[in-house]
Structures are given as C-alpha cells and as structure tokens.
C-alpha cells in the first residue's frame, strides 16, 4: 500500500480519537446552554466523519473488498456525520458570538444559518419530486447519501464564512487566550480552505491531486480539535479544563486504547512469524518495564499540577483572609461564594452561616450538574453548609478536596469578621454615646440659658397683654412674639429629647397609650381637615419598650403625617401583633416621600420644612433603635401618594392582656 494511504489511515486514527475526546470532555463538563450542545453535535459530526473512513479503510485492509452490510454501516454513518456539517459549523460561529461573547447578530444572520440548513435537503427534495412514480423504493440510506452529497457543495462556502467570522473575533476580542484561539483557528481554517478550493476545481496543485485532496483535507480538519484540546487544557478555555481528573482519565484511556490498537496491528503484521496470541503477551509484559520510566515522566506533571492547584486554593484562602478583616460576616460570604464559583469553574455556589434548615437544597441550573454539600464545622458542632452545583456531571475529586480544605478555613474567617465586626459595633456604639453625651451636655447649657431668659420675655410680654389700654398694633406684635417665644422653647425640649436616652425595658400597654397619643392629636387634625383614624385591637397589646419613647414616636409619626396634607386627607394607626412582635403601622395620603429624600429623612437635622428642625423622624429613629425594635418606610402607596411606616417592637412576657 502507499505511503499515501498510510497517511490518510493515521489522519483517520487521530481525527477519530481527537474528536471523541472532545465528546467524552463535553459530556463530562457539560453546562446547561445552547452553545455547549451546538459544540456536542459539531464534534459528533466530525467524529462520525472520520469513524465511518477509518472504518472503511481498515475494512480495506481486512477483506479487500468490503462487505456489503460494512459498506451499508460506515456509508450510512458517514452521511450522518456529513448531513449537517456546513450548518452546524456557521452555527456555532454565530452562537459563540451571541452566547460566550454576549454581543448582538447583525440582522439577517439567523436567515443565514437556516439556509444552511435547509441547504442539504434541496436537492433530495428536487430528486424526490423527479422521479415521485419511483418514491416506494426511496431508502433512508439513500435519502441520507443525497443530504450528504448536498452538505459537502455547501462545505466550500461555510468554511469560507467561518474564516471571515474567526478573524473578525479576533480582532475585536478584547480577551489575550480568546484572540490567540481565534488568530490560530482562523489560520487552520484558511489552511483547510486550500484542498477545499482544490476539490472544488477553483485552484491546481499537480502534488496534492487525486487522493492528495482528500488526505490533505482530512489532516486539517483535526487541527480545529486539536487546537480547542490544547487550549482547554493548557489555558482553561471555555472552562473545559477546568476538571483535571477528567483530563487525566481520558487521557489514559486513549492511550490504553491506542496501545491496545497497536499490540493488535502488531500481532496481524508478525502473524507469519509468530502466533498473534505470543506477540500480544510479549509487548503486554513490555509494559511492565515501562511502569518505572512512565512514572518519571507522569509523576513530576501530576505532582506540578497538584502544586499549583494548591497554590491557587491557598492563594484563595489568603485573599478571603483579607475579606474577613473588613469585619462584616455578609460581605465574607458574598465574597467567598463569587470567587469560589470563579476559581473552580462551578455553575452555582451558597454559604449558609449559620445554617438554615428551612432553606431549599441548592439544585444545579438545569439538573445536569452534581451537587456537593460540605459541613462547617467547629469544634465538633456544625456552624455552617458549604453547597457547590458543579457545571458538569459530577465533582472531580481535586475540586472536592480543595472545597472541603476551603471550608476548614472558613470558620476561622467567619469568627475573625465576627469579631471585628462585634469591635467596630461597640467602637461605632461607644462614638456615638460620646457624641450624644456631648450633644446632651451642650443642649442642657443652651436650654439653661435660654430658657429663663425665654421665661422672663414671655412673663413680660404676657403681662402687656393683660393691659387693656394696649394699642391693637402692639398687642398683636406681642402675642407673635409669645407664640415665637413657645416655638423656641417646643425647639429647645425637642432638642433635648433627642440628646437624652429613653428608659426602656418596660411593660408598655401600647395600645392604651397609641389611643391616648391619638386623642391628644384629633383636635389638630380636625383644624386641619385631615381625618385621624385609630384600628382599636380587640385586646391590650403589652410591649417590651420605653413609655416615653414610644409616645415620642408616635408623636412624631402623627404630627408629621398631619403637616404633610395641608389641604386634609387622612392619617391611620394601627397595631398588631406578628411573629412574636408588636406592629405598628402609620400611613397618611400625602404626597409622599421621593426615593433619593428616603435615604435622608432619618438623618438629624435634614428637613424639607421651611421652619423644621429635622429632629422628627431622627428622634423616632433613635428611640426604635433603642427600644430594639425596627422601622421601615414605603412610599409611595397609591397612585404615586401616600407614606407608610411600620414599626416593630419585641412583645413583653405575657403580651397579650
């Protein structure tokens, strides 16, 4: 045989291993997306390509002349290999475009790719419609040799597309390992375009005519696999190489096979010599005299390929070290599941801390992937649940071990965000009792001295007004002085309201003193024309809070509401009880709160009053937080109106009356 044909059976060989390499690298990587099953069945395609040669030839080889069921076998799946080769090769092209790059399609590019598509199935509908009176004896396997043929006059155009589309993405690629891919890939491609304009009779070359063609084809067309292997494994491309162990068992099962391959090769070739059952027992012992200097070679990879994963773990371990010291225990363990998702290449990752049963088992996006569920523990108790959805099948064993060394380490981190996190309350704390203490000390020395001085213009003025021979200009400029006077001094207690702590872990009846907090304010309200409504629960809500504290929020709440319907409207209160707290709601219809002054409205001394002194909403602020309880504010309700604040307070023992 020639030497030709030697090289045509090697390039078959390859292909065939290159392509159903990559079929067994998908299939254990998988990932819920299209463009991972696009690539499944282009590389399927090409696997059967090359099978159904290399089948022939070694049918060739064996027989001769090859039987006619053979012949059916790789005809058959040659033309399934062939069928939609062109489409699936554009169509990949555009997917990795839309889907890995995340860039839009020019328009009219899906009209393109079901072209192709179609493409295979014009010409054995034009047959078909040919000789119709003939349509009974039409088999599949000549209905797939005619799609097969039509592929093949359609592969010259789709090649030549998809060389444009490689050095188009790898001239905007904005990725180093992307544009090397895609600078070789385009190469390749331009290399394939040659025998491909050779078959199509567009060019000459006298040394490749004839079977050179053919061979030349089929030699580039591993290239393409080839490349994506080496990427994947060398640079991580598109996350494939990603599982070592993966990696490590394909490759050593090609290899067995290959060997296995060749010990039978071997034993035909030396049949006149020796019985094929010695030749294969002697190079099958060889092997164990290969162990030693396979152990040399592959030792050093394995045990560099572990170093640097451990590396890259402890690198890991190091940086979320540094992310625990800005003491906040949610940002830790947002930060740790972000870069452990990226690091390992997993389609989905959760830590719990503390662990919460009543919490949904995480499930991998699609249910394609393996999910591993690794404890945290801490001195023999679990103090978390570390959850990892991998992309593929299942968790290497590399991956698992480094999550399992990852969550020993967690706890350490989440005690030192802990504490640092307590530290910088109690730092925080401490801040803003010395602030408020100074605030008090300054608020009693301006209440001291102005108050009396207040008290003595108010008592003069008071008794000017008592004098009945007091013109009408001058009373009416002392009665706005008195009530200027009252203004200052209502500053002056409000002041010294905020500065002062409330008295809390009392047993309040809250809801006597809300319907006591409401009558003090109807007859304002009424003045107003605003509505007041109070919800009267059918029982005595009792809360552990400040007596004083909450009638300042409820205070402030109402005269708030009321102040903001100038022209009437109406204010509800109500309370109840909800998981174990009281609640207490307060919603008016006015204009409502924009989100950008939300953000605001509790900071002291920030008011859209022309006469406020934006002590209001900070005094109810406060007191809420030292009563322990908790406040939100939702604006606005209806119709782009209205403000609604709930409050939460802890029930006393026995909250109930």
Not at 17 to 32: K, Q
Not at 368 to 379: E, F, W
Not at 432 to 438: H, N, P
Request: hydrophobic content about 45%; overall charge positive; aromatic content about 8%.
């Amino acid at each position: 045989m020639s030497l030709l044909f030697y090289a045509r059976l090697i390039g078959l060989t390859a292909g065939t291993l290159v392509y159903l390499f990559l079929i067994a690298l998908i299939l254990g990587h998988r990932r819920p997306r299209f463009f991972e099953r696009l690539l499944f069945f282009l590389t399927l395609s090409l696997f059967l390509a090359y099978a159904s040669r290399l089948l022939e030839v070694n049918a060739i080889i064996a027989y001769g002349t090859p039987p006619a069921a053979t012949k059916l076998v790789y005809s058959i799946l040659g033309d399934l290999g062939m069928a939609f080769l062109p489409a699936l090769l554009v169509h990949i092209h555009f997917a990795y475009v839309r889907s890995i790059q995340g860039r839009a399609m020019p328009r009219g590019s899906g009209a393109i790719v079901w072209m192709f598509y179609a493409v295979p199935f014009l010409d054995p509908l034009a047959r078909l419609f040919a000789v119709r009176e003939y349509l009974p004896y039409v088999s599949v396997p000549g209905v797939l040799s005619w799609l097969a043929a039509s592929s093949k006059d359609s592969l010259f155009v789709a090649v030549l597309l998809c060389l444009a589309f490689e050095f188009s993405i790898a001239r905007t690629s904005i990725e180093r390992i992307e544009r090397r891919f895609f600078w070789w890939l385009g190469g390749i491609s331009s290399l394939a375009f040659i025998p491909l304009a050779l078959r199509e009779g567009i060019a000459t070359i006298p040394p490749l005519r004839g079977g050179g063609t053919a061979t030349a084809l089929i030699l580039c067309g591993i290239l393409p696999g080839v490349l994506l292997i080496y990427f994947a494994l060398r640079h991580n491309f598109l996350e494939y190489g990603a599982q070592r162990n993966l990696v490590y068992a394909l490759s050593a099962t090609f290899l067995a096979l290959l060997y296995l391959a060749l010990v039978r090769r071997v034993g035909t070739w030396l049949e006149p010599v020796l019985p094929p059952e010695a030749t294969a027992s002697f190079l099958l012992f060889v092997l164990i005299f290969l162990f030693e200097p396979l152990e040399r070679v592959i030792g050093p990879v394995l045990h560099r390929g572990m170093r640097e994963r451990m590396s890259r773990v402890q690198r890991l371990s190091v940086e979320l070290q540094q992310e625990s010291r800005h003491g906040s225990v949610g940002h830790l363990v947002t930060e740790a599941e972000k870069r452990v998702r990226e690091e390992f290449g997993l389609a989905a990752m959760r830590l719990s801390v503390p662990r919460d049963s009543a919490l949904a088992a995480l499930a991998s996006p699609g249910g394609l992937g393996h999910v591993a569920q690794i404890r945290l523990m801490k001195d023999g108790q679990e103090v978390g649940l570390l959850e990892a959805a991998s992309t593929g099948s299942y968790l290497t064993g590399e991956t698992t071990a480094a999550l399992e060394f990852l969550a020993e380490q967690l706890p350490g981190m989440l005690d030192l965000a802990r504490l640092i996190e307590e530290k910088l309350r109690l730092e925080r704390e401490l801040a803003e009792r010395e602030r408020m203490a100074s605030l008090g000390q300054m608020a009693a020395n301006v209440s001291h001295n102005l108050r009396n001085p207040l008290s003595s213009m108010k008592t003069v003025l008071q008794v000017q007004l008592e004098n009945p021979d007091l013109p009408l200009d001058v009373r009416r400029d002392c009665a706005l002085v008195v009530s200027e006077i009252d203004r200052m001094s209502a500053k002056l207690t409000q002041l010294l309201r905020y500065a002062k702590p409330s008295t809390n872990g009392q047993r309040v009846a809250a809801v006597a003193l809300a319907n006591q907090t409401a009558v003090l304010f109807r007859h304002d309200a009424e003045q107003r024309n605003v509505r007041l409504e109070f919800e009267r629960p059918t029982s005595e809500i009792f809360a552990l809070a400040s007596e004083d504290g909450l009638s300042e929020v409820l205070s402030n709440l109402i005269v708030n509401a009321l102040e903001a319907q100038p022209e009437g409207g109406r204010v509800r209160v109500s309370l109840s009880r909800s998981d174990g707290h009281l609640e207490i709601v307060v919603d008016d219809d006015g204009p409502g709160i924009s989100p950008e002054l939300r953000a605001k409205i509790f900071q002291p001394y920030f008011t859209t009053k022309a006469t406020g002194t934006g002590l209001g909403l900070s005094i109810v602020a406060r007191r809420m937080d030292e009563m322990g309880g908790t406040m939100a504010c939702e604006s606005p309700l209806r119709n782009g109106k209205g403000t609604r604040f709930r409050l939460r307070l802890p029930l006393a023992a026995g909250g109930g009356a």
